[in-house]
């Protein structure tokens, strides 16, 4: 089993900074995928950014070039650092964890709410 724990969400203003943590404990070996997804009211999740034990990235289009992941294996953390935030990136995001395998196995964090303000 593996734990995620999230912090850093909140409101902010259009235009304005935040910076999401997550925190992974318990079963947390390589290789493995950390990242974030995000869901809106009545969307579905989606993909937000995710980053590879050999940091290898993925973006969605939507924050390319606005937000910047990053890990710390030794700490067995991930981060989020969102700049030039718009209001339709307001959702709940969800620090995610894959740990490669047969078969690949996926943990969830509780998720924590940005909220941008226009």
């Known amino acids: 089993q593996v734990q995620l724990v999230e912090s850093g969400g909140g409101l902010v203003q259009t235009g304005g900074s935040l910076r999401l943590s997550c925190a992974a404990s318990?079963?947390?070996?390589?290789?493995?995928?950390m990242g974030w997804y995000r869901q809106a009211p009545g969307q579905q999740r989606e993909l937000v950014a995710l980053?590879?034990?050999?940091?290898?990235?993925n973006y969605a289009d939507s924050v390319k070039g606005r937000f910047t992941i990053a890990r710390d294996n030794a700490k067995n953390m991930v981060y989020l650092q969102m700049s030039s935030l718009k209001p339709e990136d307001s959702a709940v995001y969800y620090c995610?964890?894959?740990?490669?395998?047969?078969?690949?196995?996926?943990?969830w964090g509780q998720g924590t709410q940005v909220t941008v303000s226009s």
């Open positions: 318990g079963r947390v070996v390589r290789p493995n995928s």
């Open positions: 980053m590879t034990s050999s940091s290898s990235t």
């Open positions: 995610y964890f894959l740990r490669w395998g047969d078969p690949d196995t996926e943990y």
